[in-house]
């Protein structure tokens, strides 16, 4: 997710995972040069769950000394943020597959309440029988919505070819449309 607190839609900050990325100066097997390539993440297959974990909190170390080796030594402070992004995923998530696309949509949520990655509370909303409902320790009550900002790992099932057919063609339109944009 990016670091900038803003409202994202799930859509955008899985597609900014399939780019397409140059990678310069690999080693051939073949010969003794050096080319670029391109690195295409790819989904090969799946079954009708998936689970998304999403990064809420980014690391970065402080340090006095800013000798890349010094790194460990104790004048090192590991200094962790939790990201605020609010993020929409209302909206089924497409995934590519090859050639293919599949619909996808959240069925759960397990969420992270707190600052840091040490300590906090977790809870999850499920979604059953048209409501979504948070279990939280000894009880379990009936919510609007789910958590968008505290959703920290998605459990997502795959949606029937005809309920995501439609989804799907809006999504490829979209993608004719701004082919050039990234996120």
């Known amino acids: 997710l990016p670091s ?3 409202r994202i839609q799930l859509q955008q900050a899985v597609d900014a995972q399939f ?3 140059i990678v310069s100066d690999v080693d051939c097997d073949h010969c003794p040069n050096k080319h670029a390539l391109k690195k295409t993440p790819t989904i090969i297959s799946s079954g009708k769950f998936i ?3 999403l990064k809420r909190f980014e690391c970065h170390v402080e340090h006095s000394n800013h000798n890349w080796f010094e790194e460990q030594k104790e004048d090192s402070d590991i200094v962790v943020n939790k990201l605020q992004n609010i993020v929409n995923f209302s909206d089924p998530l497409i995934l590519p597959f090859g050639d293919q696309h599949k619909a996808y949509q959240v069925i ?3 969420n992270h309440i707190g600052t840091t990655p ?3 509370h977790y809870t999850a909303d499920v979604y059953q029988n048209n409501k979504i409902w948070r279990c939280n320790d000894s009880s379990v009550t009936e919510r609007r919505n789910f958590d968008e900002k505290g959703a920290y790992v998605l459990m997502l099932e795959e949606l029937s070819a005809m309920t995501a057919q439609p989804y799907i063609i809006k999504y490829l339109s979209k993608q004719k449309q701004s082919p050039s944009e990234s996120v």
């Open 4 to 6: 900038n607190g803003r």
């Open 19 to 21: 780019v397409t990325e």
């Open 51 to 53: 689970f998304v974990h």
């Open 108 to 110: 759960a949520t397990v």
């Open 118 to 120: 040490h300590g906090g």
